[in-house]
Nanobody
Framework: VQLQASGGGLVQAGGYLRLSCVAS????????LGWFRQAPGKEREFVAA????????AYADSVKGRFTISRDNAKNTVYLQMNSLKPEDTSVYYC??????????????????WGQGTEVTVSS
């Protein structure tokens, strides 16, 4: 499985961005796709997750109501719509794939494959 994340950039506080993660090299129905982020000097933290085949959505408390994860199975693409961005959302964002959905979707160590990261900077 290969993952390609894109869509990062520089935005002012209150603005929005949409990240994309295109997956290839497998069949994904039962896979989990997670978004994580890592700021300099900090641990990688969970942002959101979904199941490619549907039926599962999960968000970190810090992004609930502002971020939305969605997928386009025909394009093997998962999106992270980020609204009302805050300076504390500044991070490198990574998408990750796990071959089966898990209740431990918030743990980075549970994921099998990772994309290269896309940088998001929110200015105040």
């Amino acid at each position: 499985v290969q993952l390609q994340a894109s869509g990062g950039g520089l935005v002012q506080a209150g603005g929005y961005l949409r990240l994309s993660c295109v997956a290839s090299g497998g069949t994904f129905t039962d896979h989990a796709l997670g978004w994580f982020r890592q700021a300099p000097g900090k641990e990688r933290e969970f942002v959101a997750a979904t199941r490619w085949g549907g039926g599962r959505l999960a968000y970190a408390d810090s992004v609930k109501g502002r971020f939305t994860i969605s997928r386009d199975n025909a394009k093997n693409t998962v999106y992270l719509q980020m609204n009302s961005l805050k300076p504390e959302d500044t991070s490198v964002y990574y998408c990750a794939d796990r071959i089966r959905w898990t209740l431990n979707y918030g743990r980075a160590s549970e994921y099998d494959y990772w994309g290269q990261g896309t940088e998001v900077t929110v200015s105040s």
